[in-house]
């Protein structure tokens, strides 16, 4: 960043310079000349990858912010987290206040699977360089479970350097485990499952999530089986900055 | 050693933290490890779980020779008593030269709630260790086991797991049974379990000190094998964060 930033600096002074004295040498007056603001760029790739049986992630959240949290165990969810918990829908989350810049995946990340996503903030003043990187994904095979990165702090990573780094399961605590057909809106719902509802029907707290029952495992009206099941951790992530 | 430290961060190229501890446990390690302060903390505990109660909580920090409990080897009579009914007075009393914190949550923690505590260490006391209940469980109890408390000022965040003291066996049934070797859960502080189980299992095979393999539970209130509800009573690891400030 520092280099960039004296590379940047130095052209601007060559080229004030250049144009100060490359001018006709009949006048003495300096015009004023236009120097436009050096932009930075800070971009980080992040590598997804999937690591339960059978529990598809929806479209993945990646953010880019410099305050605040997706999510506070032991606190109400935000509307925005409770809609990607119980729908998969990632669009009010990446539309967060906090949001410098955000990027959603490009669709369901499938068990096994992983996925490349870019995401890049572009600035002008040299203090507001990302701090923090955030990420959040359902297991859409559940009521409202999901999974992610909370306020990772990249301020310290140079170009080149990765983080990597396994993720827990969290319950949103705004719907009930019923683990009902018509509540689930992954595959295992049958694809008529509800997804988001307003209501809060249940702790209403960010917690860890107990795992879900199935009806292998004695939830006689379990829509999910054993292999529904899952453990932590649930993703793995590496966050590289690539400029 | 310099140049092996840079070495070694060349070659792994891991995170800056990382780094910065290395060289830290570097420079430590060269000047004063005898001369360790006593030390001013703020220990934080998180209950991360959905449905499961803690018990009074017991914070201690202890020489190298201390330990409350260790995997693999059976639990202490005193331990017993805290896994199976949530009494820390004995793990206390055991502990003569610690520097301890006693349930700071005055009671239970409930899932989803935090509790805090300050402690002042003497010199000799580095090792930080935390232990409760876990309610409604036979003898399942959430166990920090002799972290190294940092010399350096900051705030340091990790989470626990839950551990078995392999004292009673876990049938999951809600007895009112809390005391050493009486069988049965002393109490769902939650107030949605069952009755009428007929009992998970009558046998504790594995004596020692282990991981829990979680609750089973079940979907019948009224009957079936545990009075646990399997919606409400399990949990995944981890249950618990410990979030120290050395100060």
Partial sequence: ?243 | MNMLLSQTVEKTKKIKNKALLLSTALLLSTTSITQVQAQELDIQVTNLTQGIHFTPILIAAHDGDTKLFKSGEMASMALQMMAEGGDISALSAMLTTADKAENPAMGLLAPATSTSAMLSTMDSNMYLSVVAMMLPTNDGFIGLNSWKIPSEAGTYSFTINAYDAGTEANDEMITGGGAPGAAGIPAAPGMNAGTGGTGVTMTEDNAYVHIHRGSLGDDDLTGGKSDLDNTVHRWLNPVARITVTVN
Wanted: proline letters at 4%; glycine letters at 8%; charged letters at 15%.
């Fill in chain 1, 1 to 243: 960043m520092i280099s960039i930033n004296k590379k940047l600096a130095l052209s601007a002074l060559t080229t004030l310079i250049l144009s100060a004295c490359g001018g006709s040498s009949s006048t003495s007056t300096m015009m004023p000349i236009e120097v436009p603001d050096p932009m930075f760029t800070y971009s980080y790739q992040v590598t997804v990858t999937n690591l339960t049986y059978a529990q598809p992630m929806s479209p993945v959240a990646l953010i880019l912010h410099n305050e605040g949290q997706l999510w506070t165990v032991g606190e109400m969810a935000s509307i925005a987290l409770e809609n990607l918990a119980e729908s998969g829908d990632n669009s009010d989350v990446l539309a967060e206040s906090m949001v410098l810049s955000g990027q959603g995946g490009a669709g369901l990340l499938l068990p096994g699977m992983s996925e490349v996503v870019d995401v890049s903030y572009t600035f002008t003043d040299v203090n507001n360089a990302p701090m923090m990187f955030s990420l959040a994904t359902m297991l859409v095979n559940t009521n409202d479970a999901f999974t992610g990165v909370n306020a990772l702090e990249i301020n310290n990573l140079a170009i080149g350097e990765s983080i990597s780094l396994t993720t827990s399961s969290y319950d949103s605590g705004t719907e009930k485990n019923s683990e009902l057909m018509a509540t689930i809106p992954g595959p295992a719902g049958g694809g008529t499952g509800e997804g988001f509802n307003a209501e809060r029907d249940d702790i209403d707290k960010v917690t860890m999530h107990s795992g879900i029952v199935s009806v292998d495992d004695g939830l006689m009206v379990s829509a999910l089986t054993q292999a529904h099941r899952f453990d932590n951790p649930t993703l793995a992530i590496m966050v590289t900055r690539t400029e």
